[in-house]
């Protein structure tokens, strides 16, 4: 079936680094924009940054760029976020989720998110 | 970058009423707007696509309506297992998430 599964999360001291992973199932992943989008504990969702199908365009939240990197390995079906520089106000559950044509048809499918903790 | 202004934040309704829930883009964004569903310990399910789409799956008591910045999510009746946020995200420019509307019980 059609699958997203987050790894990588862990408490991390502030101004450290992670590398989080989004491994699809199910789904042609070469043919899909992919997105990481997190949410604090208590709060909202924020979308963090998306990569084109073929990793030709990427774009970032404001609160994230120059520290955040997000990459795609289509041949291992595969979506990844470098995290660095991390600051307590990273700390939250971060999802995956599969955009459809490039988010003009929602983000449509969701991993479970994986959690990244912040703290001294 | 664009701003998505949902209300109310919050509202409590009972079983079987209407429910409306209202987001505003700070420009406009065409119809590139989503509405999704969150439950708590859950990833979000998209409910809405490109305004007024109802995404499969999704009982026909949702709906979308709107275009350019004034976009409209109704629940005609709502179900037990409505109780939820809700979060309206545009994808004109970048992406961007409302800050969610909590649909509790009255």
């Known amino acids: 079936q059609v699958q997203l599964v987050e790894s990588g999360g862990g408490l991390v001291k502030p101004g450290g680094s992670l590398r989080l992973s989004c491994a699809a199932s199910g789904f042609i992943f070469s043919d899909y924009y992919m997105s990481w989008i997190r949410q604090a504990p208590g709060k909202g969702l924020e979308w963090v940054s998306y990569?084109?199908?073929?990793?030709?365009?990427?774009n970032y939240a404001d609160s994230v760029k120059g520290r955040f990197t997000i990459s795609r390995d289509n041949a291992k079906n595969s979506l990844y976020l470098q995290v660095n520089s991390l600051r307590a106000e990273d700390t939250a559950v971060y999802y995956c989720a599969r955009e459809n044509s490039g988010s003009y048809y929602g983000m449509d499918v969701w991993g479970q998110g994986t959690t990244v903790t912040v703290s001294s | 970058d664009i701003q998505m202004t949902q209300s109310p934040s919050s509202l409590s309704a009972s079983v079987g009423d209407r429910v409306t829930i209202t987001c505003r883009a700070s420009?406009?964004?065409?119809?590139?707007l989503n509405w999704y569903q969150q439950k708590p310990g859950e990833a979000p399910k998209l409910l809405i696509y490109?305004?007024?789409s109802l995404q499969s799956g999704v009982p026909s008591r949702f709906s979308g309506s709107g275009s350019g910045t004034d976009f409209t999510l109704t629940i005609s009746s709502l179900q037990p297992e409505d109780f939820a946020t809700y979060y309206c995200q545009q994808g004109f420019s970048a992406r961007t998430f409302g800050q969610g509307t909590k649909v509790e019980i009255k």
């Open positions: 420009q406009t964004i065409n119809n590139y």
């Open positions: 490109a305004a007024s």
């Open positions: 990569i084109s199908s073929s990793s030709g365009y990427t």
